[in-house]
């Protein structure tokens, strides 16, 4: 990249982050003075779902609530990421076993998320393994078929290269051909991200005793509207957190990738 293009990169970042900042600003301020003066039960004040939250989320509830939630969806997704990159490997190199699966992880694939939680409490019974198994289920499809495909799509140059040094199946695999589908898997993996967090959510609606979910789920039979709120409130920032530090991960991960394509 020339120093040109550099100094207009680093000049174009911080109004890039003016910019992203804009709407949200403006959609938090309209809610401000929108609902300032807002007597409805239903629709209470930023201001008080904002005393609410620092109230509960901040404080009183990480450890009993905040925590375990992450933990419970940081585990399922961590087994579907272990599990699901073996798996995407195996059946990217062993196209007529996974021929033979397809209908299968198809059918595995098309299960709605949401019905399947009934299922797994029939099942598994309630407690934290049957929501981390299930979490682990649901997101593993996302990160297993898009490293079959990376690994499927690996450039044949590289795979004659490998064949040149006699590299032996784990060389080959480790040191080329997830390199080379780090791109697709990453991608997948963020998905699949996504699928877990809201997993977490739905996961802690049925059959639990603690968690984010479970807490604005009570919250809502109670009637207490602000507390019902401030967890929606608080779900929304997690989102966007753990979404823009995977975004960078990934881009730290993939700097090679970026960088390729940019030259």
């Not at 375990?68 to 059946?91: E, N, T, Y």
């Not at 598994?124 to 799509?153: C, E, H, Q, Y």
């Not at 064949?163 to 199946?169: A, E, P, V, Y």
Request: net charge positive; aromatic share 10%; glycine share 8%.
């Amino acid at each position: 990249m020339t120093a040109p293009a550099l100094r207009n990169q680093w000049s174009a970042g911080p109004l890039r982050v003016a910019t992203s900042l804009i709407v949200p600003v403006a959609v938090v301020l309209a809610w401000w003075f929108a609902s300032a003066d807002n007597v409805s039960p239903f629709y209470p004040s930023l201001q008080k779902i904002l005393t609410n939250f620092g109230e509960n989320w901040v404080f009183e509830r990480v450890a009993s609530d905040v925590l375990p939630s992450l933990g419970r969806m940081f585990a399922g997704f961590g087994i579907a990421v272990v599990v699901g990159v073996a798996l995407g490997v195996l059946l990217g190199r062993l196209p007529l076993v996974a021929h033979a699966l397809n209908p299968v992880l198809q059918f595995g694939r098309a299960l709605p998320a949401t019905a399947l939680v009934p299922v797994s409490i029939v099942l598994l019974g309630v407690g934290d393994s049957p929501k981390i198994i299930l979490i682990a289920f649901v997101t593993l499809f996302p990160v297993m078929l898009n490293t079959i495909d990376g690994v499927r799509n690996v450039d044949p140059v590289l795979e004659d290269v490998c064949g040149s040094f006699r590299l032996t199946r784990v060389q080959r695999v480790l040191h080329v051909q997830l390199p080379a589908a780090a791109p697709q898997v990453l991608a997948g993996m963020r998905i699949a991200l996504s699928v877990a967090f809201v997993m977490m959510v739905v996961t802690e609606l049925v059959a639990a005793t603690n968690g984010i979910g479970y807490v604005t789920l009570l919250a809502q039979q109670s009637f207490q509207v602000s507390l019902m709120w401030s967890g929606m409130l608080l779900l929304g920032i997690l989102g966007v957190f753990f979404n823009g530090l995977f975004v960078l991960v990934e881009r730290r991960l993939l700097r090679w990738y970026t960088q390729d394509r940019e030259d």
